[in-house]
């Protein structure tokens, strides 16, 4: 069982940077395991993926609203994901969840067994 929680979502200006974590508490040590992505979502919409790293960190995917701007890492060490955002944009805004258990490159939502509570990321024009 791997419990997810993401943090570092704020109000930030069009243009700014942020950087979101997800750490995982995980029992029996699996987290290293799991491929980990970021979704994002907002009201009356579906869920929407924007970033995975592979287990080992060597692959990443990103969809295309964030390529160049986002850069997903971890550090299995912390059992820690990060997402980078830079040149935010306000359609950007949204709740970003992390998740994990899905393969490598998954972009469904379905794909993956386990997620976070969410964190509020709002960027103001």
């Known amino acids: 069982q791997v419990q997810l929680v993401e943090s570092g979502g704020r109000l930030v200006q069009a243009g700014g940077s942020l950087s979101l974590s997800c750490a995982a508490s995980?029992?029996?040590?699996?987290?290293?395991?799991?491929?980990i992505a970021w979704f994002r979502q907002v009201p009356g919409k579906e869920r929407e993926f924007v970033a995975s790293?592979?287990?080992?960190?060597?692959?990443?995917y990103y969809a295309d609203s964030g390529k160049g701007r986002f850069t997903i890492s971890r550090d299995n060490a912390k059992n820690t994901v990060y997402l980078q955002m830079n040149t935010l944009k306000p359609e950007d805004t949204a709740v970003y969840y992390c998740?994990?258990?899905?393969?490598?490159?998954?972009?469904?939502?379905?794909?993956?067994?386990?997620w976070g509570q969410g964190t509020q990321v709002t960027v103001s024009s």
């Open positions: 995980d029992s029996e040590s699996t987290f290293s395991s799991y491929a």
């Open positions: 790293i592979s287990w080992s960190g060597f692959t990443t």
């Open positions: 998740a994990a258990g899905g393969r490598a490159g998954a972009s469904l939502s379905y794909e993956y067994d386990y």
